[in-house]
């Protein structure tokens, strides 16, 4: 995938950290996965996760006060 950061997992369009598939930058295993939003709603399911898992803890902490 060209584009204009380099990925150590990358080598020649194929994800090494994933099964040898071809590098989809953000999908499920890479090391990007939930730690940025894409435009690819599907891509941003673990940081979606994340969010209502901390709204939940808010809530609990409001209610324990």
């Known amino acids: 995938m060209g584009s204009g950061w380099g990925c150590p997992h ?5 994800c090494t950290r994933v099964n040898n598939l071809p590098c989809d930058p953000g999908m499920k295993g890479c090391v990007l ?3 940025f939003v894409f435009i690819n709603k599907d891509k941003n399911t673990r940081l979606r996760e ?3 898992r901390e709204k939940t ?8 006060s």
């Open 50 to 52: 994340k969010q209502d």
């Open 10 to 14: 990358e080598v020649n369009d194929t």
């Open 33 to 35: 996965h939930g730690r």
């Open 57 to 64: 803890d808010d809530v609990d902490d409001e209610n324990t």
